[in-house]
């Protein structure tokens, strides 16, 4: 199992660009949600997904969109890079009803 | 909104001493959870605290949940190099069930 993957890890952007960071997991996880990291501010909630076709908002959704149309898969989408959403970038699993969570190895993302 | 707050920001420990890092909620808690984030890493599942009072222990660690379920405690006896990192809690919420993470205490441990 290769557990939860991310790409890119590193990405530098110009303000107003898009990209599209991408989250994979292989253990068959219902429950997948996107995460931000900033210096002394814990980890934030952006998005989060209960399966497939299923997403809802978490603390600091705007300005990022999610889908899931698969189980493997929650891409998280930038429409309009701005420098306010520099930072590192978390996705994470787990089972319905577990409580461990899995945490990607992370997109630090830089916007000028 | 809800709120949880973890102290202290930072500590310095020479090896060999405790460490303790406090998570306070402002409002009640379904469930505690504890993080360690190495530097340059990514947050790792330490465990999960659910019952009123209760508490839990992983080798070295101590976790405490509060009665009242608004704070924990994290304690490290005897703390190791290998104990750096950033410690989160992370609180679920009784309405929403989501997680709510802490600043997170990060332990710097000299050899």
């Known amino acids: ?112 | 909104g809800q709120q949880v707050m973890q102290i202290p920001q930072y500590q310095h420990v020479q090896e060999g001493e405790d460490f303790t890092t406090y998570c306070n909620s402002s409002t009640t808690l379904s469930n505690i959870q504890w993080y360690k984030q190495r530097p340059g890493g990514h947050p790792v599942f330490l465990i999960q605290l659910v019952k009123s009072g209760e508490v839990k222990k992983q080798k070295r660690l101590t976790f405490q949940f509060g009665e009242a379920k608004k704070n924990s405690s994290l304690h490290i006896t005897a703390t190791q190099t290998t104990d750096v990192g950033t410690y989160f809690c992370a609180g679920g919420s009784s309405n929403t069930g989501k997680l709510i993470f802490g600043q997170g205490t990060t332990l710097q441990v000299k050899p």
């Not at chain 1, 939860?4 to 590193?10: E, L, R």
């Not at chain 1, 989408?77 to 319905?96: D, G, H, I, K, N």
């Open chain 1, 1 to 112: 199992n290769a557990g939860v993957t991310q790409t890119p890890k590193f990405q530098v952007l110009k303000t107003g660009q898009s990209m599209t960071l991408q989250c994979a997991q292989d253990m068959n996880h219902e429950y997948m949600s996107w995460y931000r990291q900033d210096p002394g501010m814990g980890l934030r909630l952006i998005h989060y997904s209960v399966g497939a076709g299923i997403t809802d908002q978490g603390e600091v959704p705007n300005g990022y969109n999610v889908s899931r149309s698969t189980t493997e898969d929650f891409p998280l989408r930038l429409l309009s890079a701005a420098p306010s959403q520099t930072s590192v970038y978390f996705c994470a699993s787990r089972m319905q009803g577990a409580s461990e969570q899995y945490f990607g190895p992370g997109t630090r993302l830089t916007v000028t």
